[in-house]
């Protein structure tokens, strides 16, 4: 199936060379917009299967339009792709939605294949942004809440929830833990019920800011 594409960039050049490039590749792209309020607006006519955002956009951010585009459209993915590789930036696209960062450093092969992977629901970094959300988000983790009352997990939902996190798809998580791949399923969509996620992509998050992408002690 082709990969729906929407293009946000605030310089025609890179717009339009990205748009072209991708299209060049199979990728449909469905528009482009220089700005958060046309993004916004036409993501919600269009509904690509990827948006490729970026943060730079003048009053109103690519943070912004994040937001309100992974609100309003949760089958749309948002992948930001931003010159800049600093701290809050990226963690605060994440926060806002963004299944994914990518730097403008990163080879049209990078590219394509965080656009792809993107679309078929992964969380893609550029190398070290990764570590860099991981490690924030465990400290934030780790930070007394009493706020509010945390889902009770099973043991092997955590298991298997620790595995999402990681990337590894139901079939490799059966095999690592020698379970059923409907097993599998059913504990993924056991611990969405639980956790009122509506997704993989969510469930990954959500491990992420909860420390429990992190290998157990045992395991090290």
Known sequence: MTVSVMVVDDHPMWRE???????ERGFEIVATAGDAPSAVRIAKAVRPNVVLMDLNLGELSGVDATAMITSELPDTRVLVLS????????????????SGYLVKSASSEELVEAVSRTAAGDAVFTAGLAGLVLGEYRRMAAAPDDSEEKPQLTDRETEVLRLVAKGLTARQIANRLVISHRTVENHVQSTL???????????????????LDAEPEAEK
């Open 83 to 98: 010159a800049s590789g600093e701290h809050d930036d990226v963690l605060q696209a994440v926060k806002a939605g963004a």
């Open 17 to 23: 060379g990205v748009a072209r490039d991708l299209q």
């Open 193 to 211: 019920r639980k956790l009122q996620l509506h997704n993989r992509v969510e469930l990954a998050r959500y491990a992420i800011e909860h420390g």
